[in-house]
C-alpha cells in the first residue's frame, strides 16, 4: 500500500543522514522500516530517523508539537528533532529524529515503569506559559473515537460490537472527545505506551517519551489510563503497576492525587483506553476474519463488566 | 439464626472443624468466641507445613507507600502473585507497545 511511501522516505532518511552529496558508507543492513501506518511510517537511516505523519495532520499544530519537544523546558522529558527543514512526502509532512533505543518487548523485567512514570510527572508538571502556542488540544479522547469510528466501519458481530459500544456509550461527553476535560489541564503525551520511549543516546542513555502527534493540553490522568486500562484488564501484574504510579506519585505528578486512591481520577480514562483498545482489537481480529485471542478477550470481558458499574466520580465532582 | 445486619437466614458451616455462620441475604459471616482464634490458628499451622523453602529465602515485598493495589470494581480478578507469567509475556510483547 505505502510501499512507495517507505523507498522514498528510505531516500529521505539516507539524504538527512549523511546530506545530498556525500557517499552512504553505512552497512547495506542499516536503512530500516520502524513502522509503517498511514498515520505514521518511520524509517532509520544509521542515527537518523524519518517519520511521515498523518496526511490530514493539522502542519500548524504538528509544528507547534514540534516546537515543544525542541524546547529546553523539555530537555530530558521529550526527545527533541533534529534541526532539518520540514518537508513533504506524497502529501505528508516529514520529520526528522535522532535514533534512540526502544523498549526490549522480549524483556518485560526490563522495561521502565519507574522511568515512564516519573517521565510523567515532569511532562505534566511542565509550566506550558513558557511554551511554544497556541498548544494543541491533547489528542487522547479523539482517539479512543477514531478506534470506536474504525470498529463499526470493520462491521464486526454485532454481539460483539454492542459489548463494545455499550461501555463507549456509558462513558462521560469529554472522555468521548464531545467536551473539554473537566478540571485544570496539563500538557500531556497523549497516547503513552511502551513503544513510545527511548535511551538517547542509545543503548544506556536516559530514557525519553517520543511521538508527539498526540501531544497537548488535556486531563494529565489520560496518560495513566493506559497502563491502568492493562492492569485492569489482568494484562499487567500489580508489582509492575504499583512501580509505575508509584513512581508517578513519587515526582508530585498532578494527575492524582497524593496518599490517596488514585482510582476515582483513573476511572474514566482508564475506561476509555479499554474501549479503545478493545474496538481497535475488534476491527483487526474482523478485518483478518479470526476469532479473538485470549488477550483481546480479556479486554471485551472488562467493557462487559463495565456495564454494571456505573463511573466513578472524582472527589471535587462529587461534592 | 438470622443474620444481624439484613434479617435473612443465617446458614451453618463447617470449615475445618470450625462452625461459622454465613447469612444467605448479605454474605455475611458471624463467628462465635473463639471461632476466629481457632481459624487463625489453623491458617498459621497451614503456614508451617508449606515447603520451607519458599517463605523464609524470598525478602518480604517493600511496604507500598501508595494505595493503588485495588483495581476498579470493573477490573479483572487479579489471580495473585506468580500466575501471571504466561498470559503477560504473550500480552506484553502486542498490547503494551500499540495504540
Same mark, same amino acid.
Given at each position: 500500500?505505502?510501499?512507495?511511501?517507505?523507498?522514498?522516505?528510505?531516500?529521505?532518511?539516507?539524504?538527512? =543522514?549523511?546530506?545530498?552529496?556525500?557517499?552512504?558508507?553505512?552497512?547495506?543492513?542499516?536503512?530500516?522500516? /520502524?513502522?509503517?501506518?498511514?498515520?505514521?511510517?518511520?524509517?532509520?537511516?544509521?542515527?537518523? +530517523?524519518?517519520? =511521515?505523519?498523518?496526511?490530514?495532520?493539522?502542519?500548524?499544530?504538528?509544528?507547534?508539537?514540534?516546537?515543544?519537544?525542541?524546547?529546553?523546558?523539555?530537555?530530558?522529558?521529550?526527545?527533541?528533532?533534529?534541526?532539518?527543514?520540514?518537508?513533504?512526502?506524497?502529501?505528508?509532512?516529514?520529520?526528522?529524529?535522532?535514533?534512540?533505543?526502544?523498549? #526490549? $518487548?522480549?524483556?518485560?523485567?526490563?522495561?521502565?515503569?519507574?522511568?515512564?512514570?516519573? /517521565?510523567?510527572?515532569?511532562?505534566?508538571?511542565?509550566?506550558?506559559?513558557?511554551?511554544?502556542?497556541?498548544?494543541? +488540544?491533547?489528542?487522547?479522547?479523539?482517539?479512543?473515537?477514531?478506534? +470506536?469510528?474504525?470498529?463499526?466501519?470493520?462491521? $464486526?458481530?454485532?454481539?460483539?460490537?454492542?459489548?463494545?459500544?455499550?461501555?463507549?456509550?456509558?462513558?462521560?461527553?469529554?472522555?468521548?472527545?464531545?467536551?473539554?476535560?473537566?478540571?485544570?489541564?496539563?500538557?500531556?503525551?497523549? #497516547?503513552?505506551?511502551?513503544?513510545?520511549?527511548?535511551?538517547?543516546?542509545?543503548?544506556?542513555?536516559?530514557?525519553?517519551?517520543?511521538?508527539?502527534?498526540?501531544?497537548?493540553?488535556?486531563?494529565? =490522568?489520560?496518560?495513566?489510563?493506559?497502563?491502568?486500562? &492493562?492492569?485492569?484488564?489482568?494484562?499487567?501484574?500489580?508489582?509492575?503497576?504499583?512501580?509505575?504510579?508509584?513512581?508517578?506519585?513519587?515526582?508530585?505528578?498532578? @494527575?492524582?492525587?497524593?496518599?490517596?486512591?488514585? &482510582?476515582?481520577?483513573?476511572?474514566?480514562?482508564?475506561? @476509555?483506553?479499554?474501549?479503545?483498545?478493545?474496538?481497535?482489537?475488534?476491527?483487526?481480529?474482523?478485518?483478518?476474519?479470526?476469532?479473538?485471542?485470549?488477550?483481546?478477550?480479556?479486554?471485551?470481558?472488562?467493557?462487559?463488566?463495565?456495564? @454494571? +458499574?456505573?463511573?466513578?466520580?472524582?472527589?471535587?465532582?462529587?461534592? | 439464626?438470622?443474620?444481624?445486619?439484613?434479617?435473612?437466614?443465617?446458614?451453618?458451616?463447617?470449615?475445618?472443624?470450625?462452625?461459622?455462620? !454465613?447469612?444467605?441475604?448479605?454474605?455475611?459471616?458471624?463467628?462465635?468466641?473463639?471461632?476466629? %482464634?481457632?481459624?487463625?490458628?489453623? %491458617?498459621?499451622?497451614?503456614? !508451617?507445613?508449606?515447603?520451607?523453602? *519458599?517463605?523464609?529465602? *524470598?525478602?518480604?515485598?517493600?511496604?507500598?507507600?501508595?494505595?493503588?493495589?485495588?483495581?476498579?470494581?470493573?477490573?479483572?480478578?487479579?489471580?495473585?502473585?506468580?500466575?501471571?507469567?504466561?498470559?503477560?509475556?504473550?500480552?506484553?510483547?502486542?498490547?503494551?507497545?500499540?495504540?
Amino acid at each position: 500500500m505505502s510501499t512507495s511511501v517507505t523507498r522514498a522516505l528510505t531516500a529521505t532518511a539516507r539524504t538527512a =543522514a549523511h546530506g545530498p552529496y556525500a557517499e552512504c558508507t553505512c552497512p547495506a543492513a542499516i536503512p530500516t522500516v /520502524l513502522a509503517d501506518r498511514d498515520d505514521g511510517t518511520v524509517v532509520r537511516h544509521g542515527t537518523t +530517523v524519518a517519520k =511521515a505523519h498523518a496526511r490530514d495532520a493539522d502542519r500548524t499544530q504538528l509544528a507547534t508539537r514540534l516546537a515543544v519537544a525542541a524546547h529546553p523546558a523539555l530537555s530530558g522529558v521529550l526527545l527533541a528533532p533534529l534541526d532539518l527543514p520540514a518537508t513533504e512526502l506524497d502529501g505528508r509532512p516529514v520529520t526528522f529524529w535522532p535514533y534512540g533505543t526502544p523498549v #526490549d $518487548p522480549d524483556a518485560p523485567r526490563s522495561a521502565p515503569w519507574e522511568e515512564v512514570g516519573t /517521565l510523567l510527572a515532569r511532562l505534566h508538571a511542565t509550566p506550558v506559559e513558557a511554551l511554544p502556542g497556541p498548544l494543541p +488540544v491533547m489528542r487522547g479522547p479523539h482517539k479512543a473515537a477514531l478506534a +470506536v469510528s474504525r470498529m463499526r466501519r470493520a462491521h $464486526p458481530p454485532e454481539p460483539v460490537a454492542a459489548v463494545v459500544e455499550r461501555a463507549w456509550s456509558a462513558l462521560p461527553p469529554w472522555a468521548r472527545a464531545e467536551s473539554a476535560p473537566p478540571g485544570p489541564v496539563h500538557l500531556c503525551h497523549g #497516547d503513552l505506551h511502551l513503544g513510545q520511549l527511548v535511551r538517547h543516546p542509545g543503548p544506556h542513555g536516559r530514557w525519553l517519551l517520543i511521538d508527539v502527534d498526540d501531544l497537548g493540553l488535556g486531563n494529565p =490522568a489520560w496518560d495513566l489510563a493506559r497502563p491502568a486500562a &492493562w492492569y485492569a484488564a489482568g494484562l499487567l501484574a500489580p508489582e509492575e503497576w504499583l512501580r509505575f504510579i508509584g513512581a508517578y506519585a513519587a515526582a508530585a505528578g498532578p @494527575a492524582v492525587p497524593s496518599g490517596t486512591d488514585p &482510582w476515582p481520577v483513573l476511572d474514566v480514562p482508564a475506561r @476509555a483506553l479499554t474501549v479503545q483498545t478493545a474496538a481497535v482489537a475488534v476491527a483487526k481480529a474482523t478485518a483478518a476474519r479470526r476469532a479473538l485471542d485470549e488477550i483481546e478477550l480479556a479486554l471485551l470481558d472488562a467493557c462487559d463488566r463495565m456495564a @454494571a +458499574v456505573p463511573p466513578e466520580l472524582p472527589a471535587e465532582a462529587a461534592k | 439464626m438470622h443474620c444481624p445486619k439484613c434479617r435473612a437466614p443465617m446458614q451453618t458451616y463447617n470449615r475445618n472443624g470450625v462452625q461459622i455462620e !454465613q447469612c444467605n441475604g448479605c454474605r455475611g459471616i458471624f463467628l462465635d468466641y473463639g471461632e476466629l %482464634e481457632a481459624l487463625t490458628r489453623l %491458617e498459621s499451622q497451614w503456614a !508451617q507445613q508449606a515447603p520451607p523453602a *519458599a517463605p523464609p529465602a *524470598a525478602p518480604a515485598p517493600a511496604p507500598q507507600a501508595y494505595p493503588a493495589a485495588q483495581p476498579p470494581a470493573w477490573g479483572a480478578p487479579h489471580p495473585g502473585h506468580g500466575h501471571h507469567g504466561h498470559y503477560r509475556q504473550k500480552s506484553f510483547g502486542r498490547m503494551l507497545f500499540s495504540s
